[in-house]
C-alpha cells in the first residue's frame, strides 16, 4: 500500500533522512518510533506529498508522492505533527470545509461529517469554536478530518502529544479501533504508544532505520537474555541456595538481596539459554523452600530503543 | 473550481470572525464617509461622487494591504498551511482561493458606500453613467492591490512585513509613475504615464470612461502578482 524507495531527504546541507526504504501492506498498523528529530516528521512529509525527496520516491497505491501527488491526497488521511486548525472555526464549519477540499458533494459531505463526529465524540462540541477547545478535543477535530474523506491511509504524526493520560488512553482506544479497516503509519517518541496501537515498529535514528520488526521480534531482539526473578525463604540455606542456582545449566550470573529472612535472586539467564522456570522451581521443590515469587522478565523495548538510539547518536 | 471556491469562502467568513476584520472595515467606511461628507455633501457643489472616487484611492493604498496580509503568511504562522496542503488542492488553487476571499470582503466593504448615491439622489439627479464606472475602477484597484498583497503575505510569514512591503511597494510605484513623469522628458515619461494606476483612474473610471486597454492593464497586474505568489508558494517546498 505504501513504498517508500531509497529516501534520502536534505535540508541545505543538513541530512534529515538518509536512504530510508521502507514498505507498508495493506492493512498494517505501522509504528515510526524515535527520538525527536530522527527524521519521522520528514519521511511523513515526503509521504504526503507535502515535501518533495532529494533522492529516491515515496508512493501510496501505486501513485507517486510527487507526479501523482493529488491522486495520494485523496488517498490519505493525514494528521500533521502540531494538530494545525484554524481557531476561529467551528467544529462542524472546519469539517465541510475540509469535506469541499475533497471534493464531497453536499448529501456525502453532511453524511461523511456526521459519521466522523460520532467516530471521534465530537457531539457536544460540533458547534464550538476550534479556537475555545480543550487540547484533547482539538486532536479529535484533527483525527475527524484526517478521516473525513474515509481514506483507505491515515498517518498520524504524533497523535498523542500534549495530552493528558486519560485522552491518551482514548485517543489509543480511537486508533485501535480504526485500525481494522485502515493501513495505518504513527510516529511516536514514546514507546508504549506504539507497543499497544502497532502491528509493526520501525525504529528511527539519525534519519535512517536502525530495527524493523513486531514487537515480540524487536522483544526478542532487544535482547538482552531475559531475566529471572525468585524470592524464597531459605533459613539458614541461603548460600547453598544460591549456589544450587548458580550450578543450573543456563544461568550466567545471579545477584541476590535479603530481608526479613526473605531471599530475592534476580537471575541472568545465558543467551540461548532454554526457560529456567521449571529448573527453578524444581529446585524450591527439593529443598521444601517457602517460595513467594517466581517469574521471567523478558528483554524490554525500551533498553533495545535506548541502545539503538544511544549507538545511533555515538556514531 | 469548487475547491477554490471553498477557500474563498473560508477567507470571507475569516473576516468576519476576527477583529481585524470590523477593524479594517470600520476604518474604511469612517474615512470614506467623512471623504463624502467633506468633498460631496455641499450645497451649491455639482452632484459627483468625483472627489470620493479620487481620494478612495489614496485610502485603498494602505487599507488593501491590511485585507490581504494575514491570506498567506496567517497559515505559514500557524502551520496550517501542511494541512492544507495535504488536501487535493493545487498550490493555484489555494493562492486564487484566498485572492478571491479578500476580494469578496473588499466588496462588502464597498457594499455600504451604496448609500452616498443614493444620498446625492435625495438632493439632486447624479450621473449614474460615472459613478457605475467610478465602482468598477475602485473594484479593478482593489483587486490589483490585494493580489500584490496577495504576493506579500505568501513570501514573509510575518504579517506586519507582508503589510508593509505592500504599502511600500504601491508608494513606490505610484511616486514612480505618477510623479516622477513630470519632471522626465519624453519617451520616458508617456512610458511612465500609461504604467501609472492614478492616471489609468483619474482619467478613465473616475471620468466614467472603461476602457479595454485599462481592463487589460489591471487584468494583467493581477495574473502577474497572482503567478508569482503561485511560484513562491510552490517554491517553499524546494528549500
Known sequence: MIVIDHLTKCYGSFRAVADVSLSVPKGQVLGLLGPNGAGKTTIIRVMTGYLPPTVGSASVDGFDSVTQSSEVRRRLGYLPESNPLYGEMRVIEYLHFRGRLFGLARQARDAAVERVIERCWLREMRRRQIGRLSKGYRQRVGLAAAMLHNPPVLVLDEPTSGLDPIQIRETRHLIRELAGDHTMILSSHILPEVEVTCDRIVIIARGAIRADGTVEQLRRKGGDAPRYVLEVRPGGEGPAVRQAISALPGVAAVTEAARDGWMRFEITAASGAADLRESLGALVGDRRLPCRELHRESGSLEQLFVRITSEAEAA | ?239
Open chain 2, 1 to 239: 473550481m469548487k475547491q477554490t471556491l471553498a477557500i474563498a469562502r473560508r477567507e470571507l467568513f475569516a473576516y468576519f470572525s476576527t477583529a481585524v476584520g470590523y477593524v479594517v472595515l470600520a476604518l474604511f467606511l469612517l474615512m470614506s464617509g467623512l471623504l463624502f461628507a467633506l468633498t460631496v455633501l455641499h450645497t451649491g457643489v455639482e452632484a459627483t461622487m468625483r472627489p470620493f472616487f479620487d481620494l478612495s484611492f489614496f485610502l485603498l493604498l494602505f487599507i488593501a494591504p491590511a485585507i490581504s496580509m494575514r491570506l498567506i503568511s496567517e497559515e505559514m504562522r500557524l502551520g496550517t498551511i501542511e494541512s492544507l496542503m495535504t488536501c487535493p488542492v493545487s498550490d493555484a488553487q489555494v493562492v486564487i482561493g484566498k485572492w478571491l476571499g479578500a476580494v469578496a470582503f473588499f466588496l462588502a466593504m464597498l457594499a455600504p458606500t451604496l448609500l452616498y448615491p443614493l444620498v446625492l439622489e435625495w438632493y439632486s439627479s447624479p450621473d449614474y453613467g460615472s459613478i457605475f464606472a467610478g465602482y468598477a475602477g475602485l473594484v479593478c484597484i482593489g483587486a490589483l492591490y490585494l493580489a500584490l498583497g496577495t504576493l506579500a503575505s505568501s513570501i514573509w510569514p510575518s504579517q506586519v512585513l507582508a503589510y508593509l512591503v505592500a504599502v511600500f511597494f504601491w508608494l513606490l510605484f505610484v511616486g514612480l509613475t505618477s510623479w516622477l513623469p513630470r519632471y522626465l522628458g519624453d519617451p520616458w515619461s508617456a512610458i511612465l504615464f500609461r504604467m501609472s494606476i492614478e492616471q489609468r483612474y483619474g482619467n478613465d473610471f473616475a471620468k466614467g470612461v472603461i476602457d479595454t486597454s485599462t481592463i487589460i492593464y489591471f487584468l494583467s497586474g493581477i495574473v502577474l502578482f497572482l503567478t508569482a505568489a503561485v511560484k513562491i508558494v510552490e517554491s517553499r517546498r524546494w528549500r
